[in-house]
């Protein structure tokens, strides 16, 4: 059962507007949240990410709040740029098996100019 | 600065064989891990390396093996290859373990006929 749930596989909007990307979780024990963004036929790279003693960091135009109380987080990205589309993976570990991290499937943003 | 680096990166294998994914960092990180990825999921955990001379399963060890060579090599070995491992792997580093993003190879792309 996965633990980490991308429920939109994609998404698409304007250049210049908002994105935002949604993830659930299931395990309270979660308390380190990552995204990642992922080209075709390259490795995943890190964007951004948050501890769960907070509820939101902001990274430049990357945004990751985080509600705990629904098990619930998302990725804003203002303004949206072309060279944002790819696929976006949330991760979570928890701090009892922090070597242990869990993806969502992923969401294909796709950023149209 | 290469980073993560993965060998091969496509290869295609006959059931029961036996083959070895190379993974080689640069960035003297102590944890090492590998993933595999299928259509429609995330990645997920096969096996990791907290530091080296230490390894642990992930999510889906089953029909795999590893082996941190050094701190900066960490292998994965299917000893019999089977069509449900057909997948992209990927390897990662990370500074150390705990709450740390990782860095990842471009991928290996597995197929087994």
């Known amino acids: 059962d996965q633990q980490v749930k991308q429920n939109s596989p994609s998404l698409s909007v304007q250049e210049g507007r908002i994105s935002i990307l949604n993830c659930d979780y299931t395990n309270s024990m979660f308390d380190y949240f990552l995204w990642y963004k992922k080209y075709p036929a390259e490795g995943p790279t890190f964007l951004i990410s948050i501890s769960s003693i907070k509820d939101k960091n902001e990274d430049g135009r990357f945004t990751v709040f985080l509600n705990k109380s629904a098990k619930h987080l998302s990725l804003h990205i203002v303004p949206s740029q072309p060279g944002d589309s790819a696929v976006y993976f949330c991760a979570a570990s928890a701090l009892n098996n922090f070597n242990k991290f869990y993806f969502g499937s992923g969401t294909k943003l796709n950023v149209k100019p | 600065n290469a980073g993560v680096t993965q060998t091969p990166k496509f290869q295609v294998l006959k059931t029961g064989q036996s083959m070895t994914l190379q993974c080689a960092q640069d960035?003297?990180?102590?944890?090492m891990y590998w993933y595999r990825q299928d259509p429609g999921m995330g990645l997920r955990l096969i096996y990791y390396?907290?530091?080296?001379?230490?390894?642990d399963k992930g999510e889906v060890p089953n029909g795999y093996n590893v082996s941190r060579l050094n701190k900066r090599e960490f292998s994965l070995r299917l000893e019999s290859a089977a069509p449900s491992q057909t997948s992209v792997y990927f390897c990662?580093?990370?500074?150390?373990?705990?709450?740390?993003?990782?860095?990842f190879g471009d991928g290996t792309r597995l197929s087994i006929l």
């Open positions: 990662a580093s990370s500074i150390a373990g705990g709450h740390q993003p990782q860095h």
């Open positions: 390396s907290a530091s080296e001379g230490t390894t």
């Open positions: 960035m003297n990180h102590n944890s």
